[in-house]
Protein backbone atom coordinates (compact mmCIF):
# COMPACT_ATOMS: atom_id res chain seq x y z
CA UNK A 1 0.00 0.00 0.00
CA UNK A 2 1.55 3.25 -0.72
CA UNK A 3 1.29 6.65 1.07
CA UNK A 4 -1.89 8.00 -0.51
CA UNK A 5 -3.86 5.02 -0.45
CA UNK A 6 -3.14 4.50 3.10
CA UNK A 7 -3.96 8.51 3.53
CA UNK A 8 -6.97 7.58 1.77
CA UNK A 9 -7.63 4.74 4.04
CA UNK A 10 -7.71 6.60 6.77
CA UNK A 11 -9.91 9.39 6.20
CA UNK A 12 -12.61 6.71 4.86
CA UNK A 13 -12.96 4.80 8.15
CA UNK A 14 -12.11 8.40 10.25
CA UNK A 15 -9.61 6.06 12.01
CA UNK A 16 -6.19 5.84 12.25
CA UNK A 17 -6.18 2.69 14.14
CA UNK A 18 -3.72 -0.12 14.06
CA UNK A 19 -4.87 -3.08 15.61
CA UNK A 20 -1.80 -5.50 17.67
CA UNK A 21 -2.22 -9.04 16.52
CA UNK A 22 -0.11 -9.89 20.16
CA UNK A 23 -1.50 -13.51 20.41
CA UNK A 24 -0.46 -15.51 23.27
CA UNK A 25 -1.57 -19.33 23.56
CA UNK A 26 -1.78 -18.35 27.22
CA UNK A 27 -4.09 -15.90 26.90
CA UNK A 28 -6.55 -16.44 24.34
CA UNK A 29 -9.73 -17.81 25.49
CA UNK A 30 -9.57 -21.42 26.66
CA UNK A 31 -12.60 -22.84 24.57
CA UNK A 32 -10.27 -22.05 21.59
CA UNK A 33 -7.94 -24.36 22.52
CA UNK A 34 -9.80 -27.34 21.13
CA UNK A 35 -9.38 -25.75 17.74
CA UNK A 36 -6.92 -27.68 15.35
CA UNK A 37 -5.20 -23.95 15.25
CA UNK A 38 -6.40 -21.94 18.32
CA UNK A 39 -4.25 -19.03 17.29
CA UNK A 40 -5.92 -18.60 13.71
CA UNK A 41 -9.33 -19.05 14.97
CA UNK A 42 -8.89 -16.30 17.64
CA UNK A 43 -7.19 -13.97 14.88
CA UNK A 44 -9.73 -14.68 12.31
CA UNK A 45 -12.85 -13.70 15.03
CA UNK A 46 -10.45 -10.63 16.17
CA UNK A 47 -10.01 -9.18 12.41
CA UNK A 48 -13.96 -10.09 11.38
CA UNK A 49 -14.86 -7.93 14.69
CA UNK A 50 -12.39 -4.85 14.55
CA UNK A 51 -11.76 -4.36 10.66
CA UNK A 52 -14.62 -2.01 10.48
CA UNK A 53 -12.40 0.16 12.57
CA UNK A 54 -8.98 -0.66 11.75
CA UNK A 55 -7.00 1.01 9.14
CA UNK A 56 -3.92 -1.11 10.23
CA UNK A 57 -2.89 -4.93 11.65
CA UNK A 58 0.37 -5.59 13.00
CA UNK A 59 1.24 -8.99 14.03
CA UNK A 60 4.23 -9.38 16.63
CA UNK A 61 6.41 -11.93 15.46
CA UNK A 62 7.38 -12.98 18.82
CA UNK A 63 4.45 -14.75 19.61
CA UNK A 64 3.84 -16.62 16.90
CA UNK A 65 8.19 -18.08 16.78
CA UNK A 66 7.38 -19.15 20.26
CA UNK A 67 5.19 -21.17 19.10
CA UNK A 68 7.94 -22.97 16.71
CA UNK A 69 7.14 -23.69 12.98
CA UNK A 70 2.92 -24.00 14.09
CA UNK A 71 3.03 -20.67 15.34
CA UNK A 72 4.65 -19.56 11.62
CA UNK A 73 1.69 -21.56 9.72
CA UNK A 74 -0.76 -19.54 11.83
CA UNK A 75 0.61 -16.46 11.38
CA UNK A 76 0.80 -16.81 7.66
CA UNK A 77 -2.65 -17.86 7.48
CA UNK A 78 -3.43 -14.88 9.29
CA UNK A 79 -2.05 -12.90 6.80
CA UNK A 80 -3.23 -14.35 3.59
CA UNK A 81 -6.96 -14.48 5.60
CA UNK A 82 -6.26 -10.76 5.97
CA UNK A 83 -5.67 -10.06 2.35
CA UNK A 84 -8.92 -11.94 1.41
CA UNK A 85 -10.52 -9.79 2.77
CA UNK A 86 -11.98 -7.19 0.32
CA UNK A 87 -10.90 -4.15 2.22
CA UNK A 88 -7.37 -2.83 1.89
CA UNK A 89 -5.28 -2.85 4.91
CA UNK A 90 -1.83 -1.74 5.96
CA UNK A 91 -0.08 -4.88 7.26
CA UNK A 92 2.81 -4.28 9.29
CA UNK A 93 5.14 -7.41 10.43
CA UNK A 94 6.17 -6.38 14.44
CA UNK A 95 10.00 -7.73 14.03
CA UNK A 96 12.36 -5.15 15.38
CA UNK A 97 14.79 -6.77 12.56
CA UNK A 98 18.56 -5.67 11.25
CA UNK A 99 21.76 -7.01 10.27
CA UNK A 100 24.22 -6.40 8.00
CA UNK A 101 23.42 -6.10 4.49
CA UNK A 102 23.42 -10.02 3.59
CA UNK A 103 21.15 -10.80 6.27
CA UNK A 104 19.31 -7.83 6.20
CA UNK A 105 18.10 -8.72 2.36
CA UNK A 106 17.16 -12.31 3.75
CA UNK A 107 14.61 -10.57 6.50
CA UNK A 108 13.43 -8.42 3.77
CA UNK A 109 12.47 -11.42 1.15
CA UNK A 110 10.62 -12.80 4.38
CA UNK A 111 8.51 -9.87 4.87
CA UNK A 112 8.26 -8.63 1.11
CA UNK A 113 9.46 -10.96 -1.29
CA UNK A 114 6.88 -14.15 -1.03
CA UNK A 115 6.19 -15.24 -4.80
CA UNK A 116 2.52 -15.11 -3.16
CA UNK A 117 2.00 -11.75 -2.94
CA UNK A 118 -1.27 -12.34 -0.44
CA UNK A 119 1.57 -13.14 2.29
CA UNK A 120 3.98 -10.58 1.88
CA UNK A 121 3.38 -7.27 4.28
CA UNK A 122 3.38 -3.80 3.96
CA UNK A 123 5.83 -3.10 6.91
CA UNK A 124 8.18 -4.40 8.86
CA UNK A 125 9.64 -2.83 11.96
CA UNK A 126 13.46 -2.46 12.19
CA UNK A 127 15.85 -1.88 14.67
CA UNK A 128 18.24 1.48 13.69
CA UNK A 129 21.49 0.22 15.89
CA UNK A 130 23.36 -1.44 12.88
CA UNK A 131 23.05 2.04 10.55
CA UNK A 132 22.38 2.13 6.98
CA UNK A 133 23.42 -0.67 5.19
CA UNK A 134 20.90 -2.81 7.84
CA UNK A 135 18.40 -0.80 6.95
CA UNK A 136 18.44 -0.11 3.02
CA UNK A 137 17.93 -3.76 2.09
CA UNK A 138 14.21 -3.71 3.23
CA UNK A 139 13.50 -0.26 0.90
CA UNK A 140 14.38 -1.86 -2.23
CA UNK A 141 10.85 -2.95 -2.00
CA UNK A 142 8.38 -0.64 -4.21
CA UNK A 143 5.32 0.24 -2.45
CA UNK A 144 6.87 -1.45 1.08
CA UNK A 145 7.92 0.79 4.34
CA UNK A 146 10.60 0.40 7.21
CA UNK A 147 8.96 1.66 10.07
CA UNK A 148 12.60 2.18 11.77
CA UNK A 149 12.78 2.36 16.08
CA UNK A 150 13.17 6.13 17.04
CA UNK A 151 11.74 6.60 20.58
CA UNK A 152 10.17 3.43 22.24
CA UNK A 153 7.99 3.42 24.86
CA UNK A 154 9.90 1.42 27.13
CA UNK A 155 11.64 2.25 30.02
CA UNK A 156 14.76 1.17 28.22
CA UNK A 157 14.00 3.84 25.85
CA UNK A 158 16.03 6.18 28.37
CA UNK A 159 19.18 3.53 28.61
CA UNK A 160 20.67 4.93 25.32
CA UNK A 161 18.00 6.42 23.04
CA UNK A 162 18.02 10.07 25.47
CA UNK A 163 21.72 10.00 25.09
CA UNK A 164 22.91 13.61 24.01
CA UNK A 165 26.27 13.51 21.21
CA UNK A 166 27.00 17.14 19.78
CA UNK A 167 24.10 18.44 21.20
CA UNK A 168 21.35 15.76 19.55
CA UNK A 169 19.69 12.53 21.42
CA UNK A 170 20.06 9.22 19.45
CA UNK A 171 16.85 9.18 18.41
CA UNK A 172 17.13 12.67 17.09
CA UNK A 173 20.38 11.42 15.20
CA UNK A 174 18.22 8.16 13.94
CA UNK A 175 15.34 10.35 12.54
CA UNK A 176 17.86 13.32 10.71
CA UNK A 177 20.33 10.08 9.33
CA UNK A 178 17.73 7.72 7.86
CA UNK A 179 15.56 10.46 6.56
CA UNK A 180 18.53 10.13 3.88
CA UNK A 181 18.02 6.53 3.48
CA UNK A 182 14.66 6.19 2.24
CA UNK A 183 11.44 9.18 1.89
CA UNK A 184 8.29 9.43 3.58
CA UNK A 185 7.02 7.14 0.69
CA UNK A 186 8.63 4.32 2.57
CA UNK A 187 9.53 5.22 6.11
CA UNK A 188 8.09 5.71 9.15
CA UNK A 189 9.16 6.17 12.55
CA UNK A 190 7.76 4.04 16.01
CA UNK A 191 7.51 6.61 18.58
CA UNK A 192 5.87 5.72 21.75
CA UNK A 193 2.71 6.86 23.24
CA UNK A 194 4.50 7.58 26.53
CA UNK A 195 6.92 9.88 24.91
CA UNK A 196 4.26 11.77 23.34
CA UNK A 197 5.49 15.39 24.85
CA UNK A 198 8.56 15.07 22.55
CA UNK A 199 6.29 14.46 19.47
CA UNK A 200 6.80 18.43 18.87
CA UNK A 201 10.63 18.05 18.54
CA UNK A 202 10.35 15.10 16.23
CA UNK A 203 7.63 16.11 14.12
CA UNK A 204 10.42 19.17 13.27
CA UNK A 205 12.61 16.80 12.51
CA UNK A 206 10.14 14.31 10.22
CA UNK A 207 7.40 16.77 9.49
CA UNK A 208 6.19 14.43 6.65
CA UNK A 209 6.74 10.93 7.47
CA UNK A 210 4.22 8.64 9.44
CA UNK A 211 4.56 7.45 12.64
CA UNK A 212 3.45 4.47 14.33
CA UNK A 213 2.79 5.09 17.95
CA UNK A 214 2.27 2.16 20.60
CA UNK A 215 2.15 2.30 24.19
CA UNK A 216 -1.95 3.55 23.91
CA UNK A 217 -3.66 1.59 26.33
CA UNK A 218 -1.85 -1.18 28.16
CA UNK A 219 0.96 0.94 28.34
CA UNK A 220 -1.06 4.18 29.39
CA UNK A 221 -0.06 6.18 26.77
CA UNK A 222 -2.75 9.28 25.68
CA UNK A 223 -4.76 9.61 22.57
CA UNK A 224 -4.92 13.25 22.99
CA UNK A 225 -1.28 13.79 23.63
CA UNK A 226 -0.73 11.95 20.67
CA UNK A 227 -3.11 14.03 18.17
CA UNK A 228 -2.25 17.29 19.92
CA UNK A 229 1.77 17.08 19.02
CA UNK A 230 2.11 14.15 16.41
CA UNK A 231 -0.96 14.98 14.16
CA UNK A 232 -0.11 16.37 10.63
CA UNK A 233 -1.69 17.19 7.15
CA UNK A 234 -2.02 14.01 6.08
CA UNK A 235 -3.00 12.55 9.70
CA UNK A 236 0.77 10.91 9.89
CA UNK A 237 -0.13 8.73 12.74
CA UNK A 238 -0.77 4.61 12.89
CA UNK A 239 -1.54 4.53 16.87
CA UNK A 240 -1.55 0.87 17.73
CA UNK A 241 -3.62 -0.88 20.76
CA UNK A 242 -2.81 -4.29 21.32
CA UNK A 243 -3.85 -6.04 25.05
CA UNK A 244 -6.68 -3.24 25.40
CA UNK A 245 -8.39 -4.43 22.14
CA UNK A 246 -7.51 -8.36 21.72
CA UNK A 247 -7.98 -9.06 25.47
CA UNK A 248 -10.81 -7.27 26.06
CA UNK A 249 -12.35 -10.37 27.23
CA UNK A 250 -11.06 -13.74 27.96
CA UNK A 251 -14.40 -15.27 26.98
CA UNK A 252 -16.57 -16.30 24.15
CA UNK A 253 -17.35 -12.88 23.88
CA UNK A 254 -13.90 -11.76 23.36
CA UNK A 255 -14.44 -10.95 19.42
CA UNK A 256 -17.52 -9.00 20.55
CA UNK A 257 -15.91 -6.98 23.23
CA UNK A 258 -12.40 -6.30 21.00
CA UNK A 259 -14.76 -4.85 18.51
CA UNK A 260 -16.45 -2.51 20.87
CA UNK A 261 -12.75 -1.70 22.59
CA UNK A 262 -12.02 -0.62 18.54
CA UNK A 263 -15.12 1.01 17.93
CA UNK A 264 -14.86 3.05 20.80
CA UNK A 265 -11.04 4.46 19.87
CA UNK A 266 -12.23 4.58 15.83
CA UNK A 267 -15.27 6.67 17.32
CA UNK A 268 -12.82 8.94 19.33
CA UNK A 269 -10.31 9.21 16.10
CA UNK A 270 -12.97 10.31 14.33
CA UNK A 271 -12.75 13.68 15.96
CA UNK A 272 -9.30 14.47 15.86
CA UNK A 273 -9.59 13.76 11.64
CA UNK B 1 26.25 -24.60 28.00
CA UNK B 2 27.49 -22.59 31.15
CA UNK B 3 30.87 -20.71 30.79
CA UNK B 4 33.30 -23.30 32.34
CA UNK B 5 32.30 -25.75 30.39
CA UNK B 6 32.79 -23.81 27.13
CA UNK B 7 35.70 -22.89 28.42
CA UNK B 8 36.69 -26.59 28.84
CA UNK B 9 34.97 -27.30 25.28
CA UNK B 10 37.91 -24.97 24.07
CA UNK B 11 40.71 -26.20 25.36
CA UNK B 12 40.06 -29.74 24.78
CA UNK B 13 39.24 -29.33 20.73
CA UNK B 14 41.85 -26.33 20.45
CA UNK B 15 39.50 -24.35 18.58
CA UNK B 16 37.22 -21.24 19.12
CA UNK B 17 35.38 -21.27 15.67
CA UNK B 18 31.69 -21.15 15.69
CA UNK B 19 30.51 -21.89 12.50
CA UNK B 20 27.93 -19.64 10.93
CA UNK B 21 24.66 -21.88 9.35
CA UNK B 22 23.44 -18.52 7.16
CA UNK B 23 22.28 -21.66 4.97
CA UNK B 24 20.76 -20.10 1.73
CA UNK B 25 18.57 -21.88 -0.31
CA UNK B 26 20.06 -19.99 -3.51
CA UNK B 27 23.52 -20.64 -3.01
CA UNK B 28 23.39 -24.51 -1.70
CA UNK B 29 24.98 -27.23 -4.19
CA UNK B 30 22.46 -27.45 -6.58
CA UNK B 31 22.95 -31.45 -6.53
CA UNK B 32 20.66 -31.09 -2.73
CA UNK B 33 17.62 -29.32 -4.11
CA UNK B 34 16.30 -32.53 -5.02
CA UNK B 35 16.09 -33.98 -1.26
CA UNK B 36 12.48 -33.40 0.38
CA UNK B 37 14.36 -30.83 2.54
CA UNK B 38 17.40 -29.44 1.16
CA UNK B 39 18.65 -26.98 3.68
CA UNK B 40 18.48 -29.64 6.54
CA UNK B 41 20.74 -31.88 4.35
CA UNK B 42 23.02 -29.26 3.43
CA UNK B 43 23.19 -28.41 7.49
CA UNK B 44 23.73 -32.18 8.10
CA UNK B 45 25.96 -32.69 6.06
CA UNK B 46 28.12 -29.56 7.22
CA UNK B 47 27.69 -30.02 10.83
CA UNK B 48 29.37 -33.69 10.45
CA UNK B 49 31.97 -31.99 8.27
CA UNK B 50 32.75 -29.41 10.80
CA UNK B 51 32.34 -30.34 14.25
CA UNK B 52 35.58 -31.60 15.08
CA UNK B 53 37.21 -28.43 14.63
CA UNK B 54 34.25 -26.03 15.96
CA UNK B 55 32.89 -25.37 19.13
CA UNK B 56 29.70 -23.45 18.42
CA UNK B 57 27.22 -23.18 15.81
CA UNK B 58 25.14 -19.95 14.58
CA UNK B 59 22.34 -20.63 12.51
CA UNK B 60 21.46 -17.28 11.40
CA UNK B 61 17.66 -16.88 11.80
CA UNK B 62 16.88 -14.31 8.40
CA UNK B 63 17.82 -17.65 6.54
CA UNK B 64 15.45 -19.77 7.57
CA UNK B 65 12.62 -17.16 8.25
CA UNK B 66 13.07 -16.15 4.14
CA UNK B 67 11.80 -19.48 3.42
CA UNK B 68 8.51 -19.27 5.69
CA UNK B 69 7.56 -21.82 8.66
CA UNK B 70 8.80 -24.52 6.23
CA UNK B 71 12.39 -22.93 7.10
CA UNK B 72 11.88 -23.02 10.75
CA UNK B 73 10.91 -26.17 10.29
CA UNK B 74 14.39 -26.98 9.19
CA UNK B 75 15.80 -24.99 11.82
CA UNK B 76 14.39 -26.81 14.20
CA UNK B 77 15.17 -30.15 12.57
CA UNK B 78 19.25 -28.94 12.27
CA UNK B 79 19.43 -27.98 16.19
CA UNK B 80 17.82 -31.28 17.11
CA UNK B 81 20.64 -33.02 14.99
CA UNK B 82 23.03 -30.83 16.65
CA UNK B 83 21.82 -31.87 20.07
CA UNK B 84 21.98 -35.74 18.85
CA UNK B 85 25.52 -35.32 18.73
CA UNK B 86 27.49 -36.99 21.84
CA UNK B 87 30.01 -33.70 21.33
CA UNK B 88 28.36 -30.55 23.60
CA UNK B 89 28.32 -27.68 21.51
CA UNK B 90 27.42 -23.86 21.93
CA UNK B 91 24.33 -23.22 19.85
CA UNK B 92 23.69 -19.50 19.07
CA UNK B 93 20.57 -18.08 17.23
CA UNK B 94 21.78 -15.27 15.53
CA UNK B 95 18.14 -13.61 15.51
CA UNK B 96 19.11 -10.14 16.94
CA UNK B 97 16.14 -9.41 18.58
CA UNK B 98 14.66 -6.61 21.22
CA UNK B 99 11.76 -5.43 22.18
CA UNK B 100 9.68 -4.24 25.12
CA UNK B 101 9.85 -6.45 27.85
CA UNK B 102 6.10 -8.24 27.69
CA UNK B 103 7.12 -9.08 23.58
CA UNK B 104 11.29 -10.15 24.71
CA UNK B 105 9.72 -12.69 26.93
CA UNK B 106 8.50 -13.96 24.00
CA UNK B 107 11.43 -14.13 22.40
CA UNK B 108 13.43 -15.48 25.33
CA UNK B 109 11.25 -18.66 25.03
CA UNK B 110 11.17 -18.93 21.26
CA UNK B 111 15.36 -19.67 21.95
CA UNK B 112 15.31 -20.68 25.54
CA UNK B 113 11.65 -22.16 26.74
CA UNK B 114 10.99 -24.88 24.33
CA UNK B 115 9.99 -27.94 26.62
CA UNK B 116 12.06 -30.56 24.64
CA UNK B 117 15.37 -29.37 26.01
CA UNK B 118 16.90 -30.45 23.04
CA UNK B 119 15.20 -27.20 20.88
CA UNK B 120 16.60 -24.71 23.07
CA UNK B 121 19.69 -22.84 21.95
CA UNK B 122 22.52 -21.37 24.13
CA UNK B 123 22.65 -17.85 23.43
CA UNK B 124 20.77 -15.73 20.67
CA UNK B 125 21.81 -12.43 19.53
CA UNK B 126 20.12 -9.13 20.93
CA UNK B 127 20.05 -5.88 19.42
CA UNK B 128 20.43 -3.15 23.03
CA UNK B 129 18.35 -0.05 21.05
CA UNK B 130 15.50 -0.56 23.08
CA UNK B 131 17.42 -0.96 26.72
CA UNK B 132 17.70 -2.85 29.95
CA UNK B 133 13.64 -3.98 29.36
CA UNK B 134 14.27 -5.45 26.00
CA UNK B 135 17.49 -7.43 26.96
CA UNK B 136 16.57 -8.57 30.87
CA UNK B 137 14.06 -10.93 30.09
CA UNK B 138 17.01 -13.45 27.93
CA UNK B 139 18.73 -13.25 31.32
CA UNK B 140 16.30 -15.17 33.59
CA UNK B 141 17.12 -18.68 31.96
CA UNK B 142 19.51 -20.85 33.74
CA UNK B 143 23.00 -21.16 32.27
CA UNK B 144 21.58 -19.32 28.82
CA UNK B 145 23.06 -16.59 27.42
CA UNK B 146 22.69 -12.69 25.35
CA UNK B 147 25.08 -11.76 22.80
CA UNK B 148 24.53 -8.69 23.21
CA UNK B 149 25.55 -6.57 19.87
CA UNK B 150 28.19 -3.82 20.90
CA UNK B 151 30.60 -2.62 17.96
CA UNK B 152 29.26 -4.99 14.30
CA UNK B 153 31.05 -5.32 11.53
CA UNK B 154 29.42 -3.95 8.85
CA UNK B 155 30.09 -0.45 7.51
CA UNK B 156 26.46 0.97 9.12
CA UNK B 157 28.14 0.32 12.34
CA UNK B 158 29.58 3.59 12.14
CA UNK B 159 26.59 5.99 11.72
CA UNK B 160 25.36 5.51 15.26
CA UNK B 161 27.40 3.11 17.44
CA UNK B 162 30.77 5.84 17.05
CA UNK B 163 28.61 8.42 18.35
CA UNK B 164 30.06 10.28 21.33
CA UNK B 165 28.13 10.98 24.48
CA UNK B 166 29.76 12.23 27.47
CA UNK B 167 33.08 11.27 26.42
CA UNK B 168 31.86 7.79 25.90
CA UNK B 169 30.71 6.16 22.26
CA UNK B 170 27.66 4.94 21.94
CA UNK B 171 28.81 1.09 21.82
CA UNK B 172 31.23 2.01 25.25
CA UNK B 173 27.93 2.87 26.66
CA UNK B 174 26.21 -0.15 25.99
CA UNK B 175 29.46 -2.28 27.51
CA UNK B 176 29.33 -0.57 30.24
CA UNK B 177 25.25 -0.48 30.97
CA UNK B 178 24.85 -3.90 29.84
CA UNK B 179 27.23 -5.54 32.40
CA UNK B 180 24.91 -4.08 35.29
CA UNK B 181 22.38 -6.18 33.51
CA UNK B 182 23.73 -9.28 33.54
CA UNK B 183 27.65 -11.17 34.29
CA UNK B 184 30.11 -12.36 32.44
CA UNK B 185 28.47 -16.26 33.48
CA UNK B 186 25.51 -14.73 30.79
CA UNK B 187 26.14 -12.03 28.69
CA UNK B 188 28.60 -11.52 25.51
CA UNK B 189 29.07 -9.29 23.06
CA UNK B 190 29.41 -8.94 19.39
CA UNK B 191 32.38 -7.42 18.14
CA UNK B 192 32.96 -7.16 14.35
CA UNK B 193 36.37 -8.51 13.49
CA UNK B 194 36.94 -5.30 11.17
CA UNK B 195 36.80 -3.32 13.91
CA UNK B 196 39.84 -5.68 15.89
CA UNK B 197 42.02 -2.02 16.66
CA UNK B 198 39.07 -1.51 18.99
CA UNK B 199 39.30 -4.98 20.86
CA UNK B 200 41.94 -3.46 23.19
CA UNK B 201 39.89 -0.40 24.57
CA UNK B 202 36.52 -2.61 24.81
CA UNK B 203 38.48 -5.60 26.90
CA UNK B 204 39.19 -2.66 29.45
CA UNK B 205 35.60 -2.11 29.70
CA UNK B 206 34.39 -6.19 29.57
CA UNK B 207 37.93 -7.77 30.66
CA UNK B 208 35.89 -10.79 31.29
CA UNK B 209 33.44 -11.59 29.06
CA UNK B 210 33.26 -13.48 26.01
CA UNK B 211 33.21 -11.83 22.66
CA UNK B 212 31.61 -13.50 19.15
CA UNK B 213 33.56 -12.11 16.55
CA UNK B 214 32.07 -12.54 13.17
CA UNK B 215 33.99 -10.83 10.46
CA UNK B 216 36.92 -13.46 9.90
CA UNK B 217 36.65 -14.79 6.00
CA UNK B 218 34.15 -13.24 3.59
CA UNK B 219 34.30 -10.03 5.50
CA UNK B 220 37.64 -9.77 5.58
CA UNK B 221 38.97 -9.31 9.39
CA UNK B 222 42.13 -11.05 10.58
CA UNK B 223 41.98 -13.47 13.40
CA UNK B 224 45.64 -12.47 13.72
CA UNK B 225 44.74 -9.00 15.25
CA UNK B 226 41.64 -10.18 16.78
CA UNK B 227 43.44 -12.58 19.09
CA UNK B 228 46.02 -9.87 19.64
CA UNK B 229 43.86 -7.62 21.12
CA UNK B 230 40.95 -9.75 22.27
CA UNK B 231 41.80 -12.73 23.83
CA UNK B 232 42.13 -12.88 27.65
CA UNK B 233 43.06 -15.84 29.91
CA UNK B 234 40.34 -17.85 29.10
CA UNK B 235 40.12 -17.38 25.54
CA UNK B 236 37.05 -15.26 25.52
CA UNK B 237 36.51 -14.94 22.06
CA UNK B 238 34.54 -17.03 19.41
CA UNK B 239 35.54 -16.45 16.04
CA UNK B 240 32.56 -17.12 13.45
CA UNK B 241 33.02 -18.13 9.78
CA UNK B 242 30.40 -18.61 7.80
CA UNK B 243 30.34 -17.62 3.89
CA UNK B 244 34.18 -18.80 3.63
CA UNK B 245 33.17 -22.52 5.22
CA UNK B 246 30.20 -23.62 4.13
CA UNK B 247 30.02 -22.34 0.90
CA UNK B 248 34.00 -23.25 0.01
CA UNK B 249 33.00 -25.24 -2.91
CA UNK B 250 28.89 -25.44 -4.58
CA UNK B 251 29.76 -28.61 -5.91
CA UNK B 252 29.00 -32.63 -4.32
CA UNK B 253 32.28 -31.84 -2.26
CA UNK B 254 30.69 -28.88 -0.71
CA UNK B 255 31.14 -30.83 3.04
CA UNK B 256 34.51 -31.68 2.60
CA UNK B 257 35.75 -28.76 1.63
CA UNK B 258 34.17 -26.89 4.20
CA UNK B 259 35.72 -29.47 6.89
CA UNK B 260 38.71 -28.73 5.12
CA UNK B 261 38.28 -24.79 5.66
CA UNK B 262 37.28 -25.22 9.58
CA UNK B 263 40.27 -27.93 9.66
CA UNK B 264 42.71 -24.68 8.68
CA UNK B 265 41.61 -22.21 11.14
CA UNK B 266 41.14 -24.65 13.53
CA UNK B 267 44.84 -25.20 13.25
CA UNK B 268 45.58 -21.60 13.25
CA UNK B 269 43.50 -21.28 16.30
CA UNK B 270 45.22 -24.21 18.36
CA UNK B 271 48.58 -21.77 17.83
CA UNK B 272 47.40 -19.29 19.75
CA UNK B 273 45.69 -21.64 22.47
Not at 51 to 63: G, Q, R
Not at 124 to 136: F, I, L, N, Q, W
Not at 226 to 239: E, T
Amino acid sequence: MNKQELIETINRKKSFLCVGLDSDISKIPSHLLSFQDPIFEFNKAIIDATLPYAVAYKPNLAFYESLGWKGLKSLEKTVAYIRLKKEKVFLIADAKRGDIGNTSKQYALSFFGNIDERLNYDAVTVAPYMGEDSVSPFLSFKNKWVVLLALTSNKGADDFQLLTSNGKRLFEHVLESSKKWGNDQQMMYVVGATKAEMLGNIRKIVPDNFLLIPGVGAQGGSLDAVVKYGMNNDCGLLVNASRSIIYASNNTDFAKRAGQEAAAIQKEMARYL
